[in-house]
């Protein structure tokens, strides 16, 4: 390498690690897909993505055409507590939010907001009998369509699951979800942990869902830690990664956007996270096709309608071993199975996901 470019490389990256330390904000573009609000009621709202003007989109480094063809059943997208919206439109060119519509989707999402601990003893039946059901009510009101598409991601997709079966919601036209656990003591090592922490809890007599939902209040910034602890090797590589590509000005901007997402989680309320982490952790009720919403219980064989799941080949969240079991749980004969790469985040929003997982996603919703 001559002298000339080893400079002009080495003012690249000074320039390129300046703003992306100092002058981060300038480099995200996630968010930027204009919606209105459609539902809000206290905390939660429900967008509604407006129609793109363009008559093509940047996926990646391919070119989408907007299809003129508009899908009659809207599609909402059920998002997880404790993220941010970020990740459905983390970039123009790598943005669920903007392929959907591409594809001819009414896109609707659903965001939880930014629980506080005056929220702290919110629970899921909160979250499943009285929030889901008005959000799906006002995307009914503002479509003029009783028929809904609902896609979950992680804690989303049980959500939906959840509430398809205990309302037995026949307007419901077909569910896809990402990196949702259903065994989730079949989630490797740490599914195993927690089989044996369910054993000692039980041994002690200790109803875990008796702990108070305040002292189990997690906020935002422990929500950040606690992530990147599930992989500590991912975590410390992809900072290695931004080291070495520091000269490459897209790379920067993609790590800044990513960090956007992943650097900002919300806090989860107390409830919610005992009654997510007693059901599927603890007591892994969903691998046996039930899931208790306060004192009701909803039975998946009620679920009817498509059922698509999806894991991600690397997720260490949520594993494919323990995503797999949502075709056995489900009462609907048209349940389907795929395997995409990308870990729990990457199955969102993964440089791989438009050609993969968000495909299939689209060919399945149109079959």
Same mark, same amino acid.
């Given at each position: 390498m001559s002298t000339a470019l080893s400079l002009r490389r080495i003012s690249r990256m000074s320039s390129n690690g300046w703003d992306r330390l100092f002058k981060s904000e300038s480099m995200v573009r996630a968010g930027l897909q204009p919606f209105e609000l459609v539902h809000q009621?206290?905390?939660?709202?429900?967008?509604?993505?407006? *129609?793109l003007a363009e008559e093509s989109i940047a996926v990646g480094d391919q070119t989408l055409p907007v299809s003129k063809k508009r899908n009659k059943i809207p599609l909402v997208l059920i998002a997880p507590l404790a993220v941010n919206m970020y990740v459905y439109d983390l970039l123009p060119e790598r943005s669920f939010v903007r392929y959907l519509m591409a594809q001819? =989707?009414?896109v609707y999402l659903i965001d939880w907001g930014k629980p506080t601990r005056k929220q702290a003893g919110l629970t899921l039946e909160?979250?499943?009998?009285? !929030?889901l059901p008005a959000c799906l009510n006002a995307v009914r009101e503002h479509s003029g369509s009783k028929k809904l598409n609902l896609q979950g991601w992680s804690m989303g997709g049980g959500m939906a699951l959840a509430y398809t079966a205990l309302f037995q919601d026949e307007n419901i036209n077909k569910i896809v979800t990402f990196g949702t656990p259903i065994d989730g003591h079949a989630n490797g090592a740490i599914g195993q942990q927690y089989k044996r922490l369910a054993h000692l809890l039980k041994s002690a007599r200790i109803n875990f869902r008796k702990v *108070?939902?305040?002292?189990?209040?997690? *906020?935002?910034?422990?929500?950040?830690?606690? =992530?990147?602890? /599930?992989? +500590?090797?991912?975590? /410390?590589k992809g900072y290695w990664n931004l080291v070495t590509q520091l000269h490459d000005r897209e790379f920067v901007a993609q790590? #800044?956007? &990513?960090? #956007? =997402?992943? $650097?900002?989680l919300e806090a989860y309320p107390g409830g919610a996270l005992r009654d997510w982490f007693a059901s599927i952790w603890l007591e892994n009720e969903t691998a046996h096709g039930h899931f208790k919403v306060g004192k009701a219980v909803a039975n998946f064989? $009620?679920?009817? %309608? *498509?059922?698509?799941?999806?894991?991600?080949?690397? $997720?260490?969240? #949520?594993?494919? #071993? %323990?995503?797999? +079991?949502?075709?056995?749980?489900?009462?609907?004969? &048209?349940?389907? =199975? !795929?395997?995409g +790469?990308?870990?729990?985040i990457g199955i969102m929003s993964g440089k791989e996901s438009p050609n993969t997982i968000w495909a299939k996603t689209v060919s399945w919703l149109n079959s």
């Open positions: 009621s206290g905390i939660h709202s429900v967008r509604h993505y407006l *129609p001819g =989707f009414d909160h979250y499943i009998k009285d !929030f *108070p939902a305040k002292l189990l209040y997690t *906020p935002g910034w422990a929500n950040v830690i606690g =992530f990147k602890l /599930l992989d +500590p090797v991912g975590s /410390l790590h #800044a956007n &990513q960090a #956007a =997402f992943i $650097d900002s064989k $009620d679920i009817n %309608c *498509p059922v698509l799941g999806i894991a991600g080949k690397s $997720d260490n969240l #949520a594993n494919v #071993a %323990c995503c797999k +079991p949502i075709t056995k749980v489900v009462g609907s004969e &048209q349940s389907e =199975f !795929f395997i +790469p990308g870990g729990h």
